[in-house]
């Protein structure tokens, strides 16, 4: 009973934990409790076993040691037992049935993924987690050069966190763009190997609010020991705030040149025009010093290339087309005031670097 | 167990064969030679060497978890001038993909099928030499390459660059080479390490298989041999099964980087800013094919030892076996079940939850069979006259750390609490328990059992009763204290474990384990002393010092050249101890039913040394 009694408590003092620590203190997921039930069970049994079979041994050894020289064995000593062998066969075969089932309903609750639940897409790569949210919209990730680990706040400020609401099933998807990583949550009693070149998955669900520690413990390299992330469970309100935050890309992005090359690289523009100079085969004109200059249509007129050109090309790309390319493109993916900015900053600043 | 009727009782070819006499030189004799005892004692001095290689590492690596990034005085300034004496993590990486490379590859394999194997199993069942002596030289010296390989690996490019991937060497990040700092050409040189190895004990079962099936006395039926030789005639059968696939994949691993292919790299990998070329190959490829050898492997390291120990327990406790055949049978059977396993290391792979319930199951039966051979160890004590003897405190101590190694792999075969403490210090602790309590304890009483007989002298009894307290207590004290870590949550492989608030508690914890590691260290060179002593100050024993059954007790010691002066003929099984028809405790199994009669016994042996044991 005392570990159990002590694990509750985590505020005793260390140095009497550490001994009677068995599992972390904090039981936050679904299956914790079953974990931990399972682990104590196991646990007890094993104790149990090892006391009376270390107690037979040194009775043994004490019993039956040679007392004086020249003794002799008993010569109808056993050498053999059909009973007992078939006992110590089957009694621990009927023990570790429990021990079968209790561990395989856990795990079947551990990695089926619950159905409606909160998808979060995780990324590892030598030594940073990264967390990307709204199918990939709004992404969360941390430099670690920023981090002064001398520094407890700034291990928690600066290290990437992940935002989850309380009391809602959780479901990460999860990948690698290096080497091997894994995703621990200790308090979770949940982790899984983040593999590249495939998705792996893993669900929770956290019943209280807090902020909690995330390793990696799939060995990746000589600093393998920081790369680290923290676990926020919010409120639903403060989440909400969260997710409009990292959704917005004025707060990701105030830079609007930064703004406009995110969005040219992940709304489809890439695919059709080069920043080279030269026209992509079946695909638009370059954008390369194309800011400013006089450019010419199909039916013979001509136009600047300003703020209002660009605009207008992305939500109507038929009202003007370009001499030589065709009504190829259908509709821009842009739509906000924000975006609009970005993407004629992104293309007016291709002029000065052009002039560098 | 009935007498032999297989031949003659009258007929001994005495005296043909008596003239052995050795007309090698000393190169022909000791260094390139062909005879399975020294070339045993060739794979028992190595292992010794590396022994005290890899313990030097463990030392270090516990020094960085107890002091993380403190200046390590005198010791910092001559290895990590460039970082004030603090140990840099690139050094860290190194040392425990060195120390576990070290102690599996170099030591603890070798040292019991390569040592104990080519010792006993010709001595057991009356051979003169192994059946293919040439290739037995051959599987020694291809170690040669394979300790050359591992060495540069350290040295070669550095301290700070030796392979650091771990030792089971996970792609990518082996695959890469510019995936880790030590990644570069320290892999490959541990990988082609790791080849040469896996040859040379390739050689070595193919060798112990056919010796054991062709080369057996006349009356030496299978289940007349001792238990030691049927615990490493089945290592042999699943190492040569298990290993031609880690070789392989050795092989493939190598191909991946040295000429680009891409058994284990994915596509479009961004590592340290570059991409690879890989396509489409699966890491977890890797994972499976590793296993497949490494999880066989943990019983390749530890059957031979409990064979050691069945025979240490049995002959000191002068009592048979109990249930010889059953403890024949569980080993099959941990054989058989060993090769279905592998799949509980990648519980948290990925791997499709239906497969992994499945190495749920294989995984508990084993321990079924484990549990009757505890079960026998204990029935084999009971009623016997226990020479509290040094061979018999390791196997007593073999028993007892075996237990818990067994039982915490209870804890790890129950897939979610093995999520749990999967990569933590649980981990550490209970494979510590298996190979340094079980493994290591075995080869200390295989040691100090045989050592009359390898070396024709004892060993001091005194020194290896303090050097097995010394362990026992050390070793309890610093794995016990792991499994603490790990429940608690702290990951292995971490070079700093101070990164969080949540494992600051547990620094002191870790300051006592390495203070006991560093008292296990220490009573090392107690063991060593003693046994490098006693080859110049040892009472000198004579054939038969513990009045022991088997056949290697006929031959004279230490075991000459050709081991018998006449082929010996099988009358009994081996542990015929306190037999009703004997005058004595013990009954050798190459006795014929009329010698006994007028058999004096201990007409050739010098005194035993021991007097009663510890209590």
């Known amino acids: ?356 | 167990m009935t007498t032999l009727v297989t031949s003659e009782e009258t007929y001994r070819p005495a005296g043909e064969h008596h003239a052995h006499v050795d007309k090698r030189g000393f190169i022909s004799k000791y260094v390139f030679s062909t005879d399975h005892k020294i070339i045993a004692m060739q794979f028992y001095f190595s292992s010794l060497v590396w022994l005290f290689v890899g313990g030097l590492l463990a030392m270090l690596i516990r020094i960085q978890l107890a002091w993380p990034w403190e200046r390590i005085p005198w010791l910092g300034e001559k290895l990590f001038a460039s970082t004030a004496g603090q140990m840099p993590p690139e050094f860290y990486t190194m040392l425990f993909t060195m120390h576990g490379t070290v102690m599996i590859f170099l030591v603890i394999i070798p040292w019991l099928l390569g040592a104990f194997g080519n010792f006993l199993i010709p001595l057991q069942i009356g051979a003169p030499d192994m059946a293919f002596p040439r290739l037995n030289m051959l599987s020694y010296w291809l170690m040669w390459p394979a300790f050359f390989f591992f060495a540069s690996s350290f040295v070669l490019q550095g301290l700070n660059n030796g392979p650091a991937a771990g030792w089971t060497s996970y792609p990518p990040l082996s695959a890469v080479p510019s995936a880790a700092p030590g990644s570069g050409p320290a892999q490959t040189y541990w990988i082609l390490g790791v080849t040469f190895v896996g040859i040379s004990s390739m050689m070595g079962s193919i060798n112990y298989m056919t010796t054991v099936i062709n080369c057996r006395a006349p009356g030496m039926t299978f289940f007349r041999m001792p238990l030691s030789t049927w615990a490493l005639f089945i290592t042999a059968i699943l190492q040569a099964f298990a290993l031609p696939v880690l070789t392989a994949a050795g092989l493939m691993l190598l191909a991946d980087r040295v000429i680009g292919s891409s058994f284990f790299v994915p596509e479009d990998l961004w590592i340290n800013g570059e991409q690879t070329k890989g396509v489409g190959g699966s890491p977890l490829l890797w994972q499976h094919l590793f296993w497949f050898y490494s999880h066989p492997a943990v019983y390749i390291m530890i059957l031979p030892a409990m064979g050691i120990v069945s025979e240490v327990i049995a002959t000191h406790s002068r009592k048979p076996v109990f249930g010889y055949r059953p403890m024949v049978y569980s080993m099959i059977s941990i054989c058989a079940l060993g090769f279905i396993v592998w799949g509980h290391h990648m519980y948290t792979s990925g791997m499709n939850p239906v497969l992994g319930t499945a190495f749920v199951v294989s995984t508990v039966l084993i321990s079924v069979p484990s549990a009757i051979k505890t079960f026998n160890w204990l029935g084999t004590m009971v009623g016997g006259t226990i020479y509290l003897t040094t061979p018999m405190l390791h196997a007593v101590g073999f028993v007892s750390l075996f237990i818990i190694g067994g039982l915490g792999g209870i804890f790890l075969a129950v897939t979610p609490i093995d999520v749990q403490v999967h990569d933590t210090y649980f981990i550490v602790g209970h494979f510590h328990y298996v190979l340094a309590g079980g493994s290591l304890f075995g080869i200390f009483a295989g040691v100090t059992h045989w050592y009359p007989k390898m070396f024709g002298r004892m060993m001091s009894e005194f020194w290896g009763k303090v050097h097995f307290a010394m362990t026992f207590f050390f070793m309890n004290g610093t794995f016990l204290a792991m499994h603490q870590l790990g429940a608690a949550g702290m990951p292995r492989r971490i070079a700093d474990p101070t990164q969080y608030e949540f494992l600051l508690h547990l620094i002191p914890l870790n300051k006592f384990i390495t203070f006991m590691a560093f008292g296990m260290g220490l009573a090392q060179t107690i063991f060593l002393i003693n046994l490098l002593g006693s080859l110049v100050l040892g009472k000198r024993s004579g054939r038969n010092p513990w009045h022991a059954n088997s056949l290697e007790w006929l031959a004279s010691s230490p075991a000459p050249h050709g081991n018998f002066e006449s082929v010996p003929l099988v009358y009994r099984g081996p542990h015929e101890f306190s037999s009703p028809e004997s005058p004595a405790d013990y009954l050798p199994q190459w006795l014929s039913p009329a010698e006994v009669k007028h058999w004096r016994p201990g007409e050739d042996d010098s005194p035993v040394s021991n007097k009663g044991g510890l209590l």
């Not at chain 1, 078939?86 to 795990?107: E, Q």
């Not at chain 1, 199918?135 to 928690?156: F, M, Q, R």
Request: with cysteine; aromatic share 14%.
């Open chain 1, 1 to 356: 009973m005392l570990p159990i009694l002590l694990a509750s408590d985590s505020n005793t003092d260390p140095w009497l934990n550490w001994f009677w620590y068995q599992m972390p203190p904090q039981q936050l997921s679904p299956f914790a409790k079953g974990v931990d039930a399972t682990y104590y069970f196991i646990y007890y049994v094993c104790v149990f076993f090892f006391v009376a079979i270390m107690a037979a041994m040194t009775y043994f050894c004490i019993r039956y040691r040679r007392k004086h020289p020249g003794e002799m064995v008993d010569k109808n000593a056993p050498t053999h037992s059909s009973f007992l062998e078939a006992a110590w066969s089957i009694i621990p075969s009927i023990l570790v049935v429990p021990m079968f089932y209790w561990g395989f309903t856990d795990f079947m609750d551990m990695r089926s993924m619950p159905d409606g639940a909160y998808n979060i897409g995780v990324t590892g790569q030598k030594w940073n987690w990264t967390f990307s949210y709204g199918n990939g919209k709004g992404i969360v990730g941390g430099k670690l050069e920023n981090v002064d680990w001398h520094d407890k706040k700034s291990i928690i400020r600066d290290l990437p966190a992940m935002h989850v609401p309380v009391n809602t099933d959780i479901v990460l998807t999860m990948n690698s763009k290096d080497v091997l990583h894994s995703f621990y949550i200790p308090v979770f009693r949940t982790k899984q190997d983040v593999v590249p070149g495939r998705y792996t998955k893993l669900w929770f669900r956290a019943d209280r609010t807090g902020q909690y520690d995330i390793f990696c413990t799939e060995y990746c390299g000589d600093k393998h020991s920081e790369m680290l992330a923290q676990l926020v469970v919010d409120t639903q309100e403060d989440f909400d705030k969260f997710y409009n935050r990292v959704t917005n890309l004025v707060i990701l992005f105030p830079d609007p040149v930064k703004r406009g090359e995110y969005l040219f690289n992940t709304r489809g523009c890439s695919q059709c025009h080069s920043l080279d100079g030269s026209p992509k085969a079946n695909g638009g004109p370059s954008f390369l010093g194309a800011w400013g200059t006089e450019v010419s249509f199909e039916d013979g007129t001509s136009a600047k290339m300003d703020e209002n050109y660009i605009r207008e090309s992305v939500v109507n790309p038929q009202a003007k087309i370009r001499k030589g390319f065709g009504k190829i493109m259908s509709v821009g993916l842009l739509s906000k005031d924000e975006e609009f900015e970005g993407i004629i900053a992104f293309i007016r600043d291709l002029n000065e670097k052009a002039k560098k």
